[in-house]
Structures are given as structure tokens and as C-alpha cells.
């Protein structure tokens, strides 16, 4: 084969390997490319808090607290007894949290996922894992540091502007034993742009904003008397 034909068998494997990192940075943080096979590693959490007889929320001794919001959700006073036959799987979901934490208030907790999220996209956008590693649980840490790592050894850099949250709103809820699972709903408007080596913009525009639907699962061990929540799952809802 002549060398023209190298050149050109090198190009077309690049593009491969190019796309697989595509498809591989969007997913972990919840963008669809497509259908594609995906890790739970909401399962496996739960699953091993099963089998260690619900051990501490890991990283719970260094988890930044989420900044709450002051204002009081009306649910905060209501009890078993107050719900209607008819309640939504998502209220008994807050209110058997509620029965075993008394301080947990839904309004103060989407304040603070609000905030987690954004520090979350900024933290996995500049490969701070110092910054990302207690605001995670260890199976979704891994998956972004994974992603991360592949992004340094490309010599690629990710640019994410988080222009707004458009939605913030609790989805699911449940107490499984005593760790209590909140799903968020974050429907948010983000510009991000992936450079190579030399600056070039690989993936995305400066200009392009794109809204991005995500379905984050936050879990704290209720038993704890620590107060914070660590991001055990992200997932996009189907389309």
C-alpha cells in the first residue's frame, strides 16, 4: 500500500476513535447521542448498600453541604395522616423521608441540587476532581474521572457555560431502608464547546446554545447525622 493509503487508513481511524470520545463525554453527563447502552450506577449503589447493611453514605465525612434555600415547604408540616387516598407516588415518597428526617424540606433541597449541579458542571468541564470527588458517590466519580482522563490524554480541554436553569423539580422520592433517593429534574441551557491541542473547536460553538434535559438521583443515608446528599446517578429521560 502506498503511503497516500497510510495516511488516509490514520484519518479514518482517528475519526473513529474521535466520535467514541463524543459519544463517551455526553453521556456521563447525560446528553443523548442516540440509543446507547449504559452502566446504572444508581443500582449498583443501592445493591451494595444492601449487601453492607446500609453503611454511611460514602464520602459522607467530607461532602460539601448544599446552600439551602430559607424559605419552608408547605409539605414540611404535613403527616402520614394528612395525605389523601389518592396521594402521588411522589408525595409518599417525600413524606416517608420526612417521617425519618425531620429536617429534610424539599424546597431547601432543590435550592441546593440547584447549586450542586452547577458545580458540577463546572467541575467535571475543568477536571477539577479534587473539587468533584465529595459531591459524588464512588460509581459516578469513577465514570467522570474515566472521561476526564480520556479528554487530558487527547489533549482536549471542555468549555461549559451554564447560561440558566430553566427547571429545577423533585420527580421521584423514596426511602429504601433508611437511604432516602430524591430524583431532579434539570432542564438547563448550557453552551459547550471541546477544543483540541491547538484550540480548534472539535465539538460544539461559542454560539451554540443547546437546552439540555437531565435526571439527576441524589441519596443520603437517613441515619446519618450528617445532612448532605451525594449524586449517586445521572440519566436522561426517554424521548
Known sequence: ??????????????????????????????????????????????????QQGEPPVEGEDNVTRFPGAEEADATQSLGKADLPKDVTPLAKGLMAIREVDRSF??????????????????????GDLKALRPLLANEVFEEFAGAIKEREQDGETLETTLVGIGQADIVEAELQGKTAFVTVKFVSEQINVTRDASGKAVDGADTRVETITDLWTFARNTRSRDPNWTLVATDTPEE
Open 1 to 50: 500500500m502506498s503511503g497516500g493509503g497510510f495516511q488516509l487508513l490514520d484519518i479514518i481511524l482517528l475519526a473513529v476513535v474521535a466520535g467514541f470520545l463524543v459519544l463517551r463525554l455526553r453521556s456521563v453527563l447525560g446528553k443523548r447521542t442516540g440509543h446507547q447502552e449504559r452502566t446504572d450506577p444508581l443500582a449498583a449503589y443501592r445493591a451494595r448498600q444492601q
Open 105 to 126: 424540606n424539599p424546597r431547601e433541597f432543590v435550592g441546593g441540587a440547584r447549586a450542586a449541579f452547577e458545580m458540577i458542571l463546572q467541575g467535571y468541564a475543568k
